[in-house]
């Protein structure tokens, strides 16, 4: 049986049971590097240049891990663009070449390109050829492929319930997971999803809100439609996905009466979130609105300080509405 | 209407003369200088990259001078740029600037489409004398470019080098002001005679390739004046970018001269073989390319977080030992102090002379 090694970081929180599926279904084993801890960290920061972004200095550490197995392949995709006309960012789009010039000794990579910018065509052709590695029938990888979106989408249902995509991957993987969380306020959270659903990352910050006594409405959970909508207002386009469907979260969030406040988590030196932050800060004035930049120096004492503040400020903000009908700010 | 533009080194010479010749009143915006920077820094978010914050500062100087329209230029990413227009819109509004803002997005592929651009941009301009507005810009900047070029060879190897750096700036003035194609022609043949006088070194300089984002390789305020520097340390410096290069590739579709686009990318295809925005893949393959032809060194600039020359420099480190070229990255951001970019060059210089006498002294 040959054995796939996958990175759990990027793309993994948003597609792992699509890649899952499709390689178990051609008779390959998947192995994931186990979840992220400090010596992942300190393992991608050794590798990574200084000026890349946490999450992909983290994506190097799991790599790093995978190089210790015997892996018949490693999977580390080029995701150009996952729908027409926009993109991720660039650094998903060199991932491999990145990863190449910093490891010395790889596995030989599975790099794939997913480029749906313009046409699904050039997608499946790669896809075929994946599968070529695993199976000769071109029947099978289809099956495959069409078994992989099912699940995909299977596991997405689970994360519109209100839980993370992390969770969600658990509950799909089969884990049993208690969704009772005691809130007397309402958070909406924006991040892009591979820092803000790793644990290590964001510092836990959706299981601390919880523990605050908040209930935490993800952008998976507004249906995509209207996200789309709402993004749509803007006088251009915006041509990435991710921060498209942040800013359309956004101006979603600000029109549902139940939500209190958002918090938008953006790493350190994101390109598209410096912009996407800005966008959104200037133009919600209706909810109270908090960005929490981090990086791999992040205290976890301020972050904790800053949150249970800003619980604060809402909660004091809401006995004052019911008292007086005036906004705190007014 | 009184239209400005950002700067972006010499470029500011060929769009003052195309908008001139659409009949349309220029206020230029001023030099930049630390205060533009200042300007820029205060109102543009925290972590975007320089440009932004220096094209910001050039149109809040602008605006208080009087200008009430802004041209600016727009892009699909993914690099940030294209996105650039769109807040810098939305800081000057809440600023409280009231202003029209003009964006030409890049075609795709048409020129024609340019041209409509820019004659609906001008005063009853038809699409001949836009044309011909287009025509003259390109004419100066070719003028502008061979006198860069020049400067490149005579700088580093001038025994006087204050004096060919006045020759060349005087020259970039009087250009500058001129309107008539003939008399530009004739500037541009007096600055390379002069310069041609200089009495230069026997010794032949250092030779360093200079690659990355095209803003903070193009203006000079941008890279603390690095050509400049590396100049008078009397070090041969061949820009991987000029702007008529850009422009023919991405505008223009390669129609007015020949481009090497292809042939970058093709040197770069064993390091780095997508598109990954921005200026990425040509750095990779303008570095790969010096190293083929025995360039001393390699200096890569960008501004802090650009998410292309990231990309890039984590390949770099992979090309510099495979293709045996010294590179050095250099990501210029508010913070950065002049003293130490200076003693940064001495130092790779230095490192870079040591290396040439010690394979000299092997053969």
Known sequence: MKTVGMPRGLFYYY???????????????????SPTTRITIDQGINKAVDETCFPIKVYFGHVQELCQYDLDYLFVPRIVSIEARSYICPKFMGVPDMIRASFSSLPPLIDITIDLSRSQRSFKEELYKTGQLFSKSRRRIKAAEEHSSQELKY???????????????????GQELTSTWDSDLCIGVLGHGYSLYDQTISLDIIGRLRKMGCRVVLPEVLPGERVE???????????????????????????????????????????????IGEIIERKLKGKPYMMLVIDEHTGEGGLVTRLEAFCDMLRRRRRQKIEDNLPAYG | ??????????????????????????????????????????????FACMPLKITMGNFIEALDRGADTILMAGGWGPCRFGYYAQVERDILSDLGYSFEMVILEAPDSRVSELFRQLQALGQNVSIWEAFKALKFAWHKLQVVEELE???????????????????YDQALREIKETQDKEEIDQLGISCLASLDQLALRAEEPLRIGLVGEIYTVLEPMANFRIICCLGRLSVE????????????????????????????????????????GGHGLETVGSTVSYAHQNYDGVIQLGPLTCMPEIVAQS??????????????????????????????????TDMLRRKKLAKAAMY
């Open chain 2, 237 to 276: 410096v061949d820009n991987s970018i000029y702007i008529s290069d850009w422009l023919n590739d991405h505008l223009l579709g390669g129609l007015v001269k020949k481009s090497h686009r292809r042939e970058l990318v093709k040197c770069a295809g064993p390091y780095l073989n997508y598109f990954v």
């Open chain 2, 315 to 348: 390949v770099l480190k992979r090309v510099s030992s495979e293709e045996g070229i010294p590179c050095m990255t250099l990501y210029f951001d508010e913070h950065a102090g002049a003293a130490g970019i200076q003693t940064r060059l001495e130092a790779f």
């Open chain 1, 15 to 33: 597609y792992y049971p699509w890649y899952k599926t499709f390689f178990n279904d051609l008779g390959a084993r998947v192995i994931l590097s």
């Open chain 2, 1 to 46: 209407m009184k239209i400005t533009y950002p700067h972006m080194g010499n470029a500011c010479i060929a769009i003052e003369a195309m908008l001139q010749k659409l009949k349309l009143e220029v206020i230029p915006p001023p030099p930049i200088s630390k205060k533009t920077l200042e300007i820029g820094v205060k109102h543009c978010p925290e």
């Open chain 1, 229 to 275: 909508n709402e993004a749509a207002t803007m006088p251009k386009r915006i041509f990435w996905t991710l921060g498209r469907k942040m800013v359309g979260s956004a101006f979603s969030m600000e029109k549902m009466p139940e939500i209190d406040g958002i918090i938008y988590v953006a790493c350190f030196g994101c390109g598209p979130d410096s912009f």
């Open chain 1, 155 to 173: 596991c997405q249902t689970i994360a519109a319930q209100g839980y993370t995509m992390a969770e969600a991957i658990d509950i799909w993987e």
């Open chain 2, 149 to 167: 070029k020049k400067i490149s060879y005579v700088h580093p190897r001038a025994l006087d080098k204050r004096k060919a750096e006045n020759i």
